[in-house]
């Protein structure tokens, strides 16, 4: 088990800039994926950006060149820099925590969300 612990939400104004963090009970460089999710308001959960456990990343199309995600296994921590901020972006951002156990069985581990709005 681990626990995932989301920090750095908060208000800005469209433009703006924000670091989340998701710090992590134990060791992440156990888990195949660590990723950003959100779900903003009337909407379904989605994949924002992952990173491997190789370092290999993958983005939405919505957020390429303005969010980087990134892994520190040392720290144990993941990071979601946002840069450019809209007001679409406004949601709760979710931590996950992917280890992938076979063809047929992932463990999902979540924290439990930060809310980011974007506002003027």
């Known amino acids: 088990q681990v626990q995932l612990v989301e920090s750095g939400g908060g208000l800005v104004q469209p433009g703006g800039s924000l670091r989340l963090s998701c710090a992590a009970s134990g060791s992440i460089s156990r888990f195949d994926v660590m990723a950003w999710y959100r779900q903003g308001p009337g909407k379904g959960r989605e994949v924002v950006a992952s990173v491997t456990s190789g370092g290999r990343t993958n983005y939405t199309d919505s957020v390429k060149g303005r969010f980087a995600i990134s892994r520190d296994n040392v720290k144990n921590t993941v990071y979601l820099q946002m840069n450019s901020l809209k007001p679409e972006d406004t949601a709760v951002y979710y931590c996950?925590?992917?280890?992938?156990?076979?063809?047929?069985?992932?463990?999902?581990?979540w924290g439990q969300g930060t809310q980011v709005t974007v506002s003027s």
């Open positions: 996950n925590a992917k280890q992938i156990n076979g063809p047929w069985r992932t463990d999902d581990y």
